[in-house]
């Protein structure tokens, strides 16, 4: 029986909807389980700079380094996309949160519900049996080196860059999760032509070493946009750089059927933050319709991850897989074998979920 | 009827092999519509390096610029890849051939033949009807700019660079391709976070006022690969960065069912050059087995796009058709209905695709 402090955060767009049920679900599990969970909220992203003039207030970063966990929605507005010019934006808050707290590490585990086999785009004969963990670096890369323009505005640059450190410490967390695992890792980058990737895969290879029981293999990112489709279940744990990483696991989102099944873990320094790996999605904010699996199962990864709340966590998956046998689906995941009537809504499905908790 | 100097540079690996095949189709295209085709050889990748010491030795930079077209294969070799210290590398051959000749657009266009929808992982009512065309920028971005060490070795970086001019050439290309098609172009970046996105971004908006009959979408990479699986037929003309289109066009291979069956045309200010998107792929060289059509294909997008002969390239496509048709397969696009004496080696292929022409 514990007592948490945990910060709600959620941001834009279907952020705030789907992080209702997460939340919903957090505090099923304190009833059952007879834990203590508090909560506060606070702004991040666009309602941020609407609230505040910045999309990440000092009052929130504050708050989240004072909780036990954050449970965060997603950022974005399609308002700051179509204009390049903009000075601020929602996105900075993410990569301020993603710097200030140290979350040098994003976990993204891509597994497919049996259920759901069919509602995917790929063949369900390529993917049952699929289960990839990424390891995603989150503090790196282009995202944080210098960025500007030169020549008056006609030339623009980022520089991308990585030190040994920042691939050791990401590098050392995926050797770990694949010994627990099926032991093998795949490290992704570009060393054929980028010299942060011939450091990284260097790096890699040093600390490989270490783990003489893991098997390790160095794939070029293009290979591996290409192999993830082809054949995922060749993949384990797969490490790599945060652009590259960025790209690949939105990708690999259709080897689970829908990106609003796929839940994330940042972590390194401190606090946690737990976030579906979809985006706000704008298109169908404030209809109700968005799924709200993705932020259900980022509680789960919470109460596992940073609470070391296994039986919990699994209680959610449970509840989860139990809906999906049940036959309920929300509108992405729904096919035409789905009867109108199990199609359901975003506070309707988060019902049948805490139905099984 | 027309004589052309045509230059053959097969490269590494399986590109000896499959560029073989793609003159012989060269060859008999010649002999039937009564043209004159000469042919030279030149070195580069890591067969160059073997001869010469450089990846890219001037003689056959020379005889590039004096050539025609050129019928390019591939380079690359795993001892580089397994070595991040290495100075002299394959790929650099590539690189500087692709600057020095000015080749900044690189058209893949991705379709699949109908007899190969059941040869992808992708489901068939998903890919069938796809016809995508990347234009894939090709003498920019983070494989150009300035690269290095600093902190005695211990950080690595990269600099990423576009101009305004580098961006609208290629947009313009793009824009002209997508009017002779579907008038649907997606542009890709990831203008939320990196600054040369931004200014791709804004230079599309712009020469986008040009082409007013052409409907423009601009995606964030992630998003991209996610859709090229869930929904490839939303695709017309895709245009993006180098790096991007490096990714994106190796992912979208599966939607024409194997890598082994895509060309790419680089052109650009002088010689244009042809090749398969596939790579080296030293695990099956020398064994016969490498998939030919993306040399053929290559060879037929060569005849068109560099000699403006299209009757001659859609005798070379309709006799890769009626080869797939007759039910002959490579290895890479055999399945479990593929009848044993239907799979056949890379010579064998080449001879059937001959035969139809
Ligand atoms: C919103 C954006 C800045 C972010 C990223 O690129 O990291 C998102 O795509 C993600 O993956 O969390
Ligand atoms: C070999 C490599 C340098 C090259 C690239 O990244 O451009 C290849 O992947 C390609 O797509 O032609």
Chains 1, 2 share one sequence.
């Not at 834990?35 to 609230?51: N, S």
């Not at 999309?55 to 036990?68: A, C, N, V, Y």
């Not at 010299?195 to 790096?203: A, D, I, M, Q």
Request: proline content about 4%; overall charge negative; aromatic content about 6%.
């Amino acid at each position: 029986m514990a007592t948490k402090h945990i910060l709600i955060v959620p941001g834009d767009g279907i952020g705030q909807e789907v992080t209702a049920v997460g939340k919903k679900v957090l505090d099923k599990i304190a009833a059952k389980f007879g834990h203590t969970f508090t909560y506060d909220e606070a702004l991040i992203g666009h309602v941020a700079i609407e609230a505040t003039g910045v999309p990440l207030p000092d009052e929130s970063l504050e708050k989240m380094r004072k909780s036990d966990a954050v449970l965060f929605g997603a950022v974005g507005h399609p308002k700051y996309d179509n204009d390049p010019s903009a000075k601020v934006r929602p996105e900075q808050g993410l990569l301020k949160m993603r710097k200030e707290l140290g979350l040098y590490a994003n976990l993204r585990p891509i597994k497919l519900f049996d259920e759901l086999l069919g509602a995917s785009s790929i063949k369900p004969e390529i993917l049952k049996g699929a289960d990839i963990l990424f390891f995603r670096e989150l503090t790196g890369d282009i995202y944080f080196g210098e960025k500007g323009r030169k020549n008056n505005g006609d030339t623009a640059y980022d520089i991308a860059e990585y030190s040994r450190y920042e691939v050791e410490r990401i590098a050392r967390k995926a050797f770990e999760a694949a010994r627990t695992r099926k032991k093998k890792l795949c490290s992704v980058d570009k060393a054929n032509v980028i010299e942060t990737s011939r450091l990284w895969r260097e790096v890699i290879q040093q600390v490989a070493l270490e783990y003489p029981d893991v098997e390790v293999e160095h794939q070029f990112v293009d290979a591996t946009a290409m192999l993830l489709i082809k054949d995922p279940r060749r993949f384990d744990v797969v490490v790599t750089a945060n652009l590259f990483g960025d790209i690949l696991t939105d990708e690999a989102s259709q080897i689970a059927g829908s990106m609003g099944m796929l839940a994330s873990a940042s972590i390194g320094d401190g606090t946690g933050v737990y976030e579906p790996i979809h985006g706000s999605a704008h298109d169908i904010t404030g209809k109700g319709v968005a799924n709200p699996l993705a932020s259900v199962l980022s509680a789960a990864l919470l109460l596992d991850i940073s609470f070391g709340m296994k039986t919990e966590s699994e209680a959610v998956i449970n509840a989860v897989d139990k809906v999906l046998k049940d036959g309920y689906r929300s509108r992405d995941i729904a096919d035409a074998t789905t009867a109108p009537d199990k199609i359901l809504g975003t506070d309707a499905m988060g019902e049948q979920v805490l139905l099984h908790i």
